[in-house]
């Protein structure tokens, strides 16, 4: 039987067999920086299939409003928990910000294609670059790479030293950390981008990933192609569904050397900088 949950739960379960929806998934634990939020959601069936760069569609509310879930990517996990580290940028963020410990949400997840976990990177230096928000899957994928035995170099970059929210949670790992704000508050002051393209040449790595506002991912993308270092992107799309049924998420994408419409939701959100037409 179909769930009954309004339109974005129609036939989920004919979809995908991985998909998991959990109407059920119990806020544990709330922060919360300026416009930033980070929830801790338990739900261990989808915990336990989680892979870094998938996400999860949240229904914020069991009101008509917002009808639609909203994509949101797998911060952290463990044996039980999912994590979910996110702005409000509108209404449907505003109103999730507004829930409480005790609290539950209706997800679906794990969804998407994530970033690629190589063994093969085990002693090897892999580098990371998030922007603002786009920090949120990096997260979970340093947190992989480490275990296999990645060096792992992240740079992450904002405004300000006070929109760096994640700074004492990744200092907290042992990953190398680069920041880089754009008011000099912290770390390299400018772009994110200038900064990589500055230590790069020291840093010798053997993949590149990264998640943020598109212009500085292009930036990212221009990087790698001229250093010739393979590198695959997160890339964000307004989403009806997330699961293949709605086309919302369409954009053209190079495969196979052909450029095509392709789901986002499906096909990515993660591609490799040869894919992606920025
Ligand atoms: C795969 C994926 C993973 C994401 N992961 C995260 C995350 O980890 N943390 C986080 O803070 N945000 C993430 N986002 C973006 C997040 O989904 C949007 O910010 C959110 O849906 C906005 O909802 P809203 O109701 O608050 O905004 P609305 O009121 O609907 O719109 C406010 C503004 O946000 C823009 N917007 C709406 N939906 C999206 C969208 N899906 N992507 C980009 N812009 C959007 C609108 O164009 C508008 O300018 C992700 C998006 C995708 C596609
Ligand atoms: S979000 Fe519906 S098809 Fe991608």
Known sequence: ????????????????????????????EKESWKEYYLLSLKSPGIAQQAKPGQFIMVRIDPQPYPL???PFSIHSKDEEN??????????????LAQKEINDSLDILGPL??????????KGKTVIMVGGGRGIAPLYFLAQELATLGAEVKIFYGAK???????????ERNDFKLFYSTEDGSLGFKGLVSDFLAEKLPSLAPEFMYSCGPEAMMEKIAQIAMEKEIPAEFSLESIMGCGFGICWSCVRRIRQEGQETWLKICEEGPVFSKEQIIW
């Open 1 to 28: 039987m179909l769930p009954k949950d309004g339109l974005s739960g129609i036939f989920v379960r004919e979809i995908s067999q991985d998909m998991i929806k959990d109407s059920q998934a119990l806020i544990t």
């Open 68 to 70: 639609l879930r909203r």
């Open 82 to 95: 999912i994590e979910i580290f996110f702005q409000k940028t509108g209404s449907g963020t505003a109103l």
């Open 112 to 121: 998407g294609k994530g970033y690629k976990v190589d063994p093969g990177f």
């Open 160 to 170: 300000s030293l006070s929109d760096l929210c994640l700074k004492d949670k990744f």
